[in-house]
């Protein structure tokens, strides 16, 4: 009459699951005295002491279940009859564990007898169970659907072969008026918003309802609350006989919040039988200095006690999300959109521009004067970049600090559905002309040391490093770039420069061979070789500027006979060559990896900073293989000009076409050049952010 001992049909994986960890394990009361209901959940296993229970004077147990309910015992008894009862010991525990859900409320059993010296019955101890499965899902091996149960979903890893739910950053916007991010709101505005939400699944399955005083809550910690949303489907309430535009509008207002920054903890329903119920999880921000980018959302069921005492957590159930960083492209991906402004002087340049984008077969945006109030310096404004994850993906500019009379055009223009925005507020002492964008590139993918960067690494410009004083790109901006983790900054030194920015010494181009791309840098000693060549050529007497109007010509030789001008542009040379080592060394180059442009410099008197004698070649921009390059208005020799016809020479054997763009009055004048004037919206990485080995 007594059932064999052994550890009996328990499913191999719920009983390594239990035994592996006691976070699945729970202890629950064996009382001879009365009987008790408990609600049990699969995968989990509950563990009685037995001696604990026992009557006094108890030497024998046996344990009688339905077939529904799986035991074990510990330590585990030696053989005997399935009819004989089992020696109690002091620490003899009851595992027991049940193979599916419950259909109705306390429709399975266990129950323990216990035995004296002569087998004589003593008590017996009965437990009615109530099974229910329940799981809180994610996107934890990154293919776009929520699998069931995942059992990395509480994790994260990097790599191909990591796990971990991605999260998104709601930072653009479904209104087209009054439009502010739908991360600013704590509503669903429209059923579009909820593509750039992740989706998180509670699957059940159980009787039709939860005994009497059980619930479900789902919760989140103060500090994740400054960075996630929660919504859920109302779905049981969603009539899908209305027609479809009022079917949708229904819908809308039916995703009532679930956790916010004001509730970190709220019951959800348990739908019975076999449901599923989808929630949808907003990011709120990106990393940053004082945010890793990993969230925890918990889903605990609640046993209650009594009347007017709290209930008690019986089983959690948690996921992780990591939230996506945000992406910069560097020159060598695809151009999709041309940004520049129209301003009253600057026909030329925009000629020049509308030719190059028209050939390299993107669009161009034209800002028009109305709203760019007169600051052409659409580079410095803003940075292009994207964020990304297995379900969504979208482009996010973010806004520099600069704040000029460009300062709407981010927010006003580009933000939209499916176009996010992003800003780091800094205040207005410490932000300086480093603060501008064109002192934040990106390099393409490199292989530092053994070490891939596949998304390739961040450059900004700074101080030099043993300087006591100088200007410093903004901390908030710097704390936001090395948090996204993807893109490893590095700095360089450009406060040598008069504006500051790495873009007016160096750029990349694409390449067909070795890594793909070449670094172009500013050289002063390549300047200097091309003009003495000029001189000992017999044309020391042909000039710079001659076709510029309002500038005063000057000869190769004046040039080459100036020894003042020879010494800054020597102490230039310095500056570039130090940021040349940093480059190679943090950006795994070889000289066969650099380019030397031949470009002069000059001191200001002001303050003993450098800005370009011509026309900056480097300060270009770069579509494809087409290059939009500031037209040097160098000495001409045989009818063209020498400093094209060098740049030409370079470039082409890359497979680079050389176009000139007139912007000596409109930008090279007012200390910028193509570049700074212009910006590019690229394709994405084709690389998964989330592949990276860190």
Partial sequence: MFQQVSQTNIPAV????????????RTCRLDPEKAHSILHVLGTSLEANLNRSAPPSTRFFSVKCTASVQYSISPAPKETSHLSPIPLKGNSVLLINMSHASQFENDSKLSVWYYGENNDLLGKARLYLTAV??????????????????????????????????????????????????????????????????????????????????????????????????????????????PEKLFYHYFVKNYPLVLSNEVLSQEVPYLG????????????????????????????????????????????????????????????????????CSTSDNYQFLKGMKNLVSKSGCKLKICHEYLNRGDRWMQDELEFGYIDSPHHQFPVVLDSPRDGKLDDFPYSELLGPDFGYVTRVAQRKDVSSLDSFGNLEVSPPVTVNGRNYPLGRILIGVAFPTATKGRNMTKVVQDFLWAQKVQEPVALFSDWLYVGHIDEFMTFVPAPDRKGFRLLLASPDAGYKLFRGLQSSGHGQAKLFEDVRDEEPITVDEILNDDGLRDENSYVQSC???????????????????????????????????????????????????????????????????????????????????????????????????????????EPFAFKWWNLEM
């Fill in 273 to 340: 039988g076999v449901a599923e119920m989808n929630f949808y999880v907003e990011g709120l921000r990106f990393p940053d200095k004082d945010f890793n980018g990993l969230i925890s959302i918990n889903l605990s069921l609640l046993e209650p006690i009594s009347a007017g005492i709290p209930e008690t957590p019986i089983f959690t159930d948690k996921v992780v999300f990591r939230v996506a960083p945000w992406i910069m492209t560097p020159n060598t991906l695809k151009p999709v959109e041309v940004f520049v």
């Fill in 133 to 242: 499965e329940i799981s809180l899902d994610v996107d934890a091996d990154r293919d776009g659907v929520v699998e069931r149960n995942n059992p990395n979903k509480a994790s994260w890893k990097w790599s191909p072969n990591g796990h971990g739910a991605i999260l998104l950053v709601n930072c653009d916007c479904e209104r087209t008026y009054r439009k502010k991010p739908d991360n600013e709101q704590d509503y669903v505005s429209k059923v579009s918003d909820l593509k750039d939400m992740s989706v998180m699944v509670l699957r059940t399955r159980g009787p039709a309802k939860l005994p009497k005083g059980y619930k479900l809550t789902m919760h989140i910690s103060q500090g994740d609350a400054e960075s996630v949303r929660v919504f859920r489907t109302r779905s049981s309430e969603v009539n899908n006989s209305l």
């Fill in 576 to 682: 570039i060559d130090w940021n040349r080592d940093v480059l190679k060394r943090e950006l795994g180059l070889d000289d066969e990896d650099i380019i030397d442009l031949p470009i002069l410099f000059k001191l200001e008197e002001e303050d003993n900073r450098a800005v370009a004698y011509y026309p900056d070649m480097v300060n270009m921009i770069v579509l494809g293989n087409n290059l939009g390059i500031p037209k040097p208005f160098g000495p001409r020799v045989n009818g063209r000009c020498a400093l094209e016809a060098e740049m030409c020479s370079l470039m082409e054997g890359l497979g680079l076409s050389c176009t000139f763009i007139d912007d000596f009055a409109s930008y090279h004048k007012l200390l910028g050049e193509v570049h700074c004037g212009s910006n590019v919206r690229r």
């Fill in 14 to 25: 719920l009983l390594k699951r239990a035994r592996e960890s006691s976070e699945y394990r």
